[in-house]
């Protein structure tokens, strides 16, 4: 599909290496199955399974769990308004545009392609942001949209979910199984430590993915856009309002935070940036910082209302 998001031949090389490790690893651990269990075909294919049934019905999920809901036209003419011209400079189809009824402001695009996608913003997020802003925040997400970042990150976890499942099949096969030998006792001990370390891996590996994917959206969607400054504002206006709300109140919200245009941290500090689904604020608003500067804005990113 041709459109017109520009890519980072930086960030792409990096998210290219990091996919190149998570096959790597993928081949290393298959292999492995094959030389120590008789059922590893029966774990691929439930792993398969599940994660076919998550690409492909990936935006009704999201759009369910979010409680989002379809709006015409005639509900939200300026969003829809917005989507149109966006589609309309990008060559991109037009997505099925929702909006879910929460306090939280954030936006996240979900769907296997681009004719079978889903934006959507919630009511905290459309009540704080001007035009410009929010232009900023659907470029950010029409750019996942673009670069099929959905059926990429699904299909990078296929290898995290496939060792999930391997820890849990050889535990209760070795808890409930017939055979109680010494042989068999180290097959599955050594298939429980290659599974975890593989899922600490691929879990790493993952979050640095998402984390390279971020950043090229952010990039996409300010070029698009033209007004690198107009995302910036509308980064740290929607960083520092979820920051101020209690943490009790985001728990419900944080499974999502990979889909997110910005993660729901809430005010404690996070874990760490090895374990974050998205690049730290700074590391986004330095971006678009160099992007304005060679686009020729006069203001500055993250300074308040973009012009």
Sequence with gaps: MSNRFRSDPRLTARMAVTLFLLGLLYVVFVAVLVA???????VVA?????????????????????????????????????????????????PRVAVADMEMPNAFATGRNADHAVVCVTTGLLGRLEPDELEGVLAHELSHVAHRDVAVMTIASFLGVIAGLVVRF?????????????????VFSV???VSAAVYVLSFLLIRVLSRYRELAADRAG???????????????K??????????????????????????????????GRFFATHPPLDQR???LGRLSVELGETQAPGSGKAG
């Excluded at 120590?36 to 029966?42: A, I, K, M």
């Excluded at 209690?246 to 990979?258: E, G, H, M, Y």
Aim: hydrophobic share 45%.
């Design 36 to 42: 120590l269990l008789e059922s590893w075909v029966l």
């Design 46 to 94: 439930i792993a398969a399974g599940l994660l076919g049934a998550q690409y492909w019905f990936s935006d009704r999920v999201a759009l369910y769990a979010m409680r989002g809901r379809v709006v015409q036209r005639e509900e939200y003419p300026l969003l829809h308004g917005v989507v149109d011209r966006l589609c309309a400079v990008s060559d991109l189809p037009k």
């Design 170 to 186: 050889a535990f209760y096969s070795q808890a409930f199984g017939g055979r109680r030998d010494q042989n068999t006792a180290v």
């Design 191 to 193: 298939v429980i430590g």
């Design 222 to 236: 300010a070029l698009l856009t033209g007004r690198p400054s107009a995302l910036a504002s509308a980064l740290t």
């Design 238 to 271: 929607v960083t520092g309002d979820i920051a101020r709300i209690p943490t009790r109140d985001l728990r419900s919200s944080q499974a999502f935070n990979a889909f997110y245009f910005t993660p729901a941290l809430g005010r404690r500090p996070h874990l």
């Design 285 to 287: 608003i330095a971006q």
